[in-house]
């Protein structure tokens, strides 16, 4: 059984930092893409940044002040989250798409962390 567990969230002031980490564990063979997403109250689950083989992309909304980053030895993703604003101000999400046992690949989501930016 693979797992995502999030941390790093909380309560920060507009113009803050924080760094979201997610690490992978369970039977793992390989981990192709690994990503963050956030879904805010009354709102669908949005995409925020990804990374594969290196190659990252990230949601118009944050480009210049996120930055996604993955250590493969650890199979854990990192998302720095700088000039917060309020409307960044959700619980996100890390995914992970996993080949394991099976030979098969999968895509696992974590429980979620919530991050709140006071104004």
């Known amino acids: 059984q693979v797992q995502l567990v999030e941390s790093g969230g909380g309560l920060v002031q507009a113009g803050g930092s924080l760094r979201l980490s997610c690490p992978a564990s369970?039977?793992?063979?390989?981990?192709?893409?690994m990503g963050w997403y956030r879904q805010a109250p009354g709102k669908q689950r949005e995409l925020v940044a990804t990374i594969r083989s290196g190659s990252t992309n990230y949601a118009d909304s944050v480009k210049g002040r996120f930055t996604i980053s993955r250590d493969n030895a650890k199979n854990t993703v990192y998302l720095q989250m700088n000039s917060l604003k309020p409307e960044d101000a959700a619980v996100y999400y890390c995914?992970?798409?996993?080949?394991?046992?099976?030979?098969?690949?999968?895509?696992?989501w974590g429980q979620g962390t919530q991050v709140t930016v006071s104004s």
């Open positions: 369970g039977i793992i063979f390989s981990i192709n893409a």
């Open positions: 995914n992970a798409n996993i080949i394991g046992s099976g030979g098969t690949s999968r895509s696992y």
